[in-house]
């Protein structure tokens, strides 16, 4: 039986599916370096962890879009004001989850950087979730 075109595809689909997966990851592990590192230094200067993990979680998020935009989700022409918006609400979505987490496990005692490291797991796949299945489908 000769492959079609829509075999030939289906084969390429989920190669291409792990490196998008993996150049997101890249770019979050940029985003989350910059995220963590002011996150530190917020806490170091004596700002309490929900605000410090706002601040940190919105310097990543600026990170985050520029390399996402340039490497991860190819748009062909740009992204759209809707992309933008989008994305901004899932960011909003995960730096809400990665807030209370921090907030809520600070409560309980863990420490603060503890605390922002426990969070990144559920707050990840989830935004990639969004982003990948409804901002950035067609790219």
Known sequence: MVPTSADRLRALAAPIARLMF?????????????????????????????PAAFGGYAAGLLIHWMISVRFVFDTGTGPSHGQRLAFLASALLGMGMTMAMVGGLSLLGVAPAIAKLLSIPASFLTVYAIRKYGVFARA
């Open 22 to 50: 993996a150049r997101y990851l890249l770019a979050s592990i940029c985003a989350l370096s910059g995220d963590f590192i002011l996150f530190l230094m917020l806490d170091r200067m004596g700002v309490p962890p929900v």
